[in-house]
C-alpha cells in the first residue's frame, strides 16, 4: 500500500479548516484585513495565549520568520540562531533579504537546539570587535525543532534570559508549535511569552491548515509598523478573511492541538516500533512529530519500493527523515513497521 | 437594499474555484510545487497564450509586481511607470524593496496611460547625467489602468518599442488583465508577448479567485532564479496546489473571460446610466470594470445612506470610484442608479 | 585666458589642508578613528555648533546623505525633499539603497526650495492609505539649495516645524552649508539645531577640502549605531586621522567661512555683471556660489571657445551654470564677463 | 623605547605618496574621475596585470570587498569563503548589505585557507535542497590570508578551478596582495587571472598608502555598471584625482613591492628571532607581514609596559598578531626581540 511520510506539509487540509473557508465565502467582505473574521481573530489569540497580542496573518512560514528577523535586526544586526533552523538552511536568505542584510550566527547544538552558554559565548565574541562585528539583536529559537525535539520551558527560560540580557529579542519558529505545546502538555502562554519570548511564528499549514501562519507579537513596540513591513514584503493578502478563518477553525475548540497530538501520537508508535528493529538507529529523542533514523540502503530502497515515501536527509548519507501529520493512518504506521520488519529479517 | 462597489476584492470566491480547492484537497501531494496540478498549470498557461513560457503562482499582486521589478532591476536600476500606478502609489515600496534600492521614474499621462513621447524622453534625461542617475532598466504599464482605462495593441506595442530600443525590459500589471482581455477582445498573446510584454503579473483574485496570481515570463533568460527570488521573499506556497488549483479553474473553459466580461457588462450598464445624472461627471472612459466619478457631497452621503459602499479617491477631493466585479448583479446596478436618480432629482 | 565655472568640487584643495595632512602624517596613529585628531574634532565641532552632538568623519558627500536617511527611514519610510535635490537627481538611488527600499516623495518647490504647505500636503496625503503608501519619516532640505539660494532661517523653522508635528526627523544636505551660512551670516547653530535640524551633512570638499565630510548628529538617539552602519557602508576609514585632519584645518580659525565667503563674493560679482548683459537671464536669487542663467546658444559657445568651462542642466536646454570656488580669483570673474559683454555686443 | 605593531594601517603614508598629493593638486581637474590622472592610471594598472581590464578606484578594502561581491552575488547567492576571512568577520555584514541579503558560506581550513576538497562539498551541499537554499555565485579567497599565509600559484588555480567549474567567479581581496606577491617572488598576472582569479580588491592603503584601493575586474563582462554601483553607494569620489594620484605614485618603479618586501623582510626577521624565544609559539608560517604567537600572559604584559603595541586575537585567548609594515625600523624588530628575550629569561 504505502503511505507519504515525506513532509507534514504535504498534506492536505483538515475538513474543519475546508468547512471554515466555505463558511467565510457568503457575500463580499472588506479587503486587506479589515473585515469581521480577522477582527474577532485576534481576540481569539488572545484567549488561547491568556494576553494581549498583535497577530499578523500570513501565508507562508518562511514570511513569517523573515518579518519577525526584520522587525528586530537592522542591517547591520545579527540573528543567533542554530545551524540546522529552518532559516538558516532552508530559506534561501529570506532573513537576511528581509533585513537589509543582516547576519545569522549560526551555532551547532545537541539535538537541534541551542544552549545558553554557547548562546553567551557568541554575543561575547561579536562584543570583541566594536563597529566591525554585525551586533546580535535576536535570538531565534525552534519549537519544535527541525529535529523533532522540543525545548524543556526550563531550557527556553535560560535561553530568553541569556538573550534579554544582551538587549536581544526572541523569536520562536512554530512551524510545529502546536506539536511542541502538545508533547509538553503546557499552556502556549508557558512555553512562549511568560518563558521569555517576544514574538512567535505560529504556524497552522503543516498541520491542518490550506496555507495559514500569523505572527505573533507581544510586546506592542515590537509590533511597530509591522503591517507596513508586511505590506511591502507582498504579505498582505488582499482577501485576507480567508487566511482569517483557516486560524479562526484551527484554533476553535482546540482543533491545533487535537490534530497535533494525533500527529505526535503517530509518531510515538512509530518511534516504539522502530526500535525493535535492528537495523535502524533513532538519531534523536521523538518528542513531536518527526523521526529521523539512520537506515541501510537496504532498508530505504526496499520501504521505496514498497510504496513509502520519505526524505533523505540534505549532507547526511544514510539519515532519513519521516514525518506523521494530522492525518496519519494507524495503519500506515503499522504498514510501514511490517515492512521494515521483513526487511530487516531479510 | 444597496450594495457593495468598494472594490472587486472585496467580491467573494467564484463557485469553480471553490470546487476546485475541494477537489485538490484530496490526499497528500508534494510540496513546494513539485505536484501535479502545479506541473499541468504550464501547460495550461501555454495553451491560453499561445507561446511556451515560465508560470511561477503567487498569492499576491504586490509580490507578483515586486519580483518581475526585481528580475529585471538591479539596485541602481530605475522602472518607468505611471505615477498613479498600483506599484507606485500602493505597494507600500515593495518594488524598490525587492530590488534593493531601485527607483521608480513615475510619470504622468492622460487617463492613467503612459505615453510613448514621455517614456522616450525619461529614458533620454537619465542618460544624461551617466552614473549619477539610476538606469532605466523596465518599463512597467498596468493593464487595465488603476483608472479603468484600456491600452490598445498599438499603444501596447509603441510603448514596448520605446522600451525596449533603449534596451529596457516591459512589465504588464495585470491584477486586471481579464477585464482588459474582454474589453479589447483580444486574445491574451496579443496583448501581450506579441506586443512585445515580457512579463506579466497575472491577475486571478480581484476577478474570482481566493488568493491566486500567476508571474508569467515569456523569456526564459529573465526566468533564471526566479524561483530563488519567490523563496527568498518568502512566497513559495507549501501547499501550493491550492494556489495552482485555483488558477488552473480560473483558466479552464474561458471561466476567467467569462467572470470579467460580467464585471465589465455592469460597468457598461451603469456608465450608461450615469451619464444620464446630471449631479454626475465621469472623469475617464470605461473600459473595463471602474468607474471614477466627480459628484456632490450630497449623492455621495445620500448613497451610503442607502447602504451602497464606495471608495473616495485618495487626494482628489469629490472623486469616487465605482467597481463591479463578477458577482456584481443587475438589480445592484440599477438600484445604485434609481437611488442616484432620486438623489439628484431633490 | 578662460577658467572653470564648472564645479567647486574641481577645485584643488586649499593649502590649510594640504598641511594639516603634511601634520598628520608624522609617525602611528591608531587606525579606524581610534586616534587622538579625531578625538579632538568632536570637540571643535562642539564649538562650533555650541551643542553637544555626534560626529561621524566620511569621504563622500553621498555617503553622508545616505546614511543619514537610513538611520530616520525604514525600507517602509519616505523621505520628502525637492525634486531637484541632489539626493533625489543625483546620487544614483543611495538613499533607497541604504535604506533597504524606501522612497522619496519629491515635491516641487520655488527657487528649489521646499515650503511647508506642500510638505504638510504630501504628509497628509499619505496618511490617507494606510499600511499600503510607504510612510514619511524623514524631512531633507538642501542648504544651500541645488540652485544656488539659501532657505531662511524662518523658512527652515517652518519646514522643521511641519515635520516634526508629523513625527519625522529633519536632515540637512549641507555639502554647500559654509556657502549658506556665510550668505546669511547667522551662526551654524542657528541655521541647524535652533531651527530644528536634527542631523547636518556638513561638507568640506567642495570648499577647499580634499575628501571630507561630516555627518552631524544633534539627537543622541538617532546617532544610535550609526557606527556600524558606516562601517557595514565601507565609509569607516582606516587612516581616519587623514580625514578627521582635514576637517580639523577646514574648522580651525573658521577657514571654512573664509573660504565660503570669498566663493559668494565671486558669484556676488559676477551675478552684478551679468545682470549688465541684456542675452543673459539670471534664474535664480543668487545667494551663495551658484549662479544659473539662460543665454543664446552663441553666447555659450563664444566663452567655451574662449577657454571657459561650465556646465549646461541637464534636461532644460539653453540653462547653464556657473559657479565659484574658495580659490576662484577677481580676474577670471571679470574675465568672463568681459568676454560675454563682447559676445553680446556682436 | 617600544613600537606599533598593531596593523599596518596604523603606519603613516610613504613619502613618494605624499608627493603625489602634492602634485595632483595644481590647479582644478575634473571631478568623478573624469581627469588625465585617473584615465592614465588604467594603463598603469594593464601594464602591471599584463591584462586589459577595469579599475575602479576606491578608499576601502570593505567597499572593494562588499563590491566585488555585489556584482556577483545576487540576494539569493552566496558566497563561499574562509571563516576567518575579513570579509566575514570583520566587516559588519557589508557583503550582505551590498549584495541585499546574500549569505556567506564560510568554511574552515588549515592556516587561514581554502581548500578545493571543502569547497567542492559546500557547493554539492547546497544543490541539494534548489531553491530553498542560496546559490553559491562567487568564491572569495583572501591574498595574504588574515593570519599572513599565502595561497600557492597552485593552490589558487585549484579552488578557481572548482569555483569555475560551478559556474562561480572568483574573486580575491587583496587587501594585502603586494605582500603576498612579493613573498611569492610571481609576477601579479600569475597570481590572478592567469590562476583563474575574476577580480581582484587590490589594497594600497596598509602598505603606504593613505586611502586608496582599487577593485580590479578582468572581465569586462563582470564590470558592467559597477560605476553606477559604487555611485550609489557613495563610493564615487568627487576629487578622485586625489585617489588616483595615491595609486598611481604606488605602482610607479614598483614601489607597491618595495614597500611590501621591506614589510614582508621585517616580519622574517622577527620570525626568526622568536623561534628563539621559548615562551613565544609561532601559530602559522609567516609568509607575509603578520605574525601570530601564542605567549604568557606575563610576556604580553611585560612587552606592553615597555611600550611595545599589538593586538590579542578576538576570541582566542593568550593568541596575539605582530604587524610589520613598509616602515618598521630594523631597530624597532630587533628591540622588541630583546625585550621579549630578556622577559622570558626572567
Redesign the interface.
Known amino acids: 500500500m504505502g503511505a507519504?511520510f515525506?513532509?507534514d506539509?504535504?498534506?492536505?487540509?483538515a475538513p474543519e479548516i475546508?468547512a471554515a473557508?466555505?463558511e467565510a465565502?457568503?457575500?463580499?467582505?472588506?479587503?486587506?484585513g479589515d473585515d469581521g473574521l480577522t477582527a474577532r481573530l485576534k481576540d481569539l489569540f488572545r484567549d488561547v495565549f491568556e494576553t494581549d497580542l498583535a497577530v499578523f496573518p500570513l501565508?507562508?512560514?518562511?514570511?513569517?520568520?523573515?518579518?519577525a528577523v526584520?522587525q528586530a535586526t537592522?542591517?547591520?544586526g545579527?540573528v543567533i540562531c542554530h545551524q540546522d533552523s529552518h532559516m538558516h538552511?532552508?530559506?534561501?536568505?529570506?532573513p537576511?533579504?528581509?533585513?537589509?542584510?543582516?547576519?545569522?550566527f549560526a551555532l551547532g547544538g545537541k539535538d537541534g537546539k541551542l544552549d545558553a552558554v554557547g548562546v553567551r559565548e557568541r554575543i561575547a565574541?561579536a562584543g570583541?570587535?566594536?563597529?566591525?562585528?554585525?551586533?546580535p539583536t535576536l535570538l531565534s529559537l525552534t519549537q519544535a525543532t527541525e529535529f523533532g525535539t522540543v525545548y524543556s520551558l526550563e531550557e527556553i527560560r535560560d535561553l530568553a534570559k541569556a538573550a534579554h540580557e544582551a538587549g536581544m529579542r526572541i523569536h520562536m519558529d512554530g512551524a510545529r508549535l502546536a506539536n511542541a505545546a502538545s508533547s509538553l502538555g503546557c499552556s502556549p502562554a508557558e512555553m512562549t511569552w511568560r518563558a521569555g519570548v517576544d514574538m512567535v511564528s505560529f504556524g497552522a499549514?503543516?498541520n491542518g491548515a490550506?496555507?495559514a501562519e500569523a505572527l505573533l507579537v507581544f510586546d506592542p513596540g515590537l509590533a511597530n509598523?509591522l503591517?507596513?513591513?508586511?505590506?511591502?514584503?507582498?504579505?498582505?493578502?488582499?482577501?485576507m478573511r480567508?487566511?482569517s478563518a483557516q486560524l479562526e477553525a484551527y484554533l476553535a475548540d482546540d482543533l491545533w492541538l487535537r490534530l497535533a497530538s494525533h500527529a505526535n501520537l503517530m509518531a510515538r508508535r512509530m518511534c516504539e516500533g522502530l526500535e525493535e528493529i535492528g537495523g535502524v538507529d533513532l538519531l534523536y529523542p521523538v518528542q513531536s512529530n518527526e523521526i529521523f533514523v539512520r537506515m541501510d540502503r537496504v532498508l530505504c530502497d526496499g520501504l521505496r519500493a514498497a510504496g513509502f515515501e520519505f526524505h533523505g536527509w540534505?549532507?547526511r548519507s544514510g539519515v532519513y527523515r519521516l514525518v506523521t501529520s494530522f492525518c496519519t493512518e494507524e495503519e500506515e504506521v503499522e504498514s510501514i513497521l511490517k515492512a521494515l520488519a521483513v526487511l530487516d529479517a531479510a
Chains 1, 2, 3, 4 share one sequence.
Open positions: 507519504n515525506r513532509s506539509n504535504e498534506a492536505p487540509v475546508m473557508l466555505a465565502n457568503r457575500g463580499p467582505a472588506h479587503s486587506y501565508v507562508s512560514g518562511t514570511a513569517a520568520n523573515a518579518l526584520a537592522p542591517s547591520y545579527a538552511t532552508e530559506e534561501c536568505g529570506a537576511e533579504f528581509y533585513s537589509g542584510g543582516s547576519k545569522l565574541s570583541q570587535v566594536g563597529d566591525h562585528a554585525s551586533k499549514t503543516k490550506m496555507m509598523e503591517g507596513r513591513r508586511r505590506k511591502q514584503a507582498g504579505h498582505l493578502i488582499s482577501k480567508f487566511v540534505p549532507d
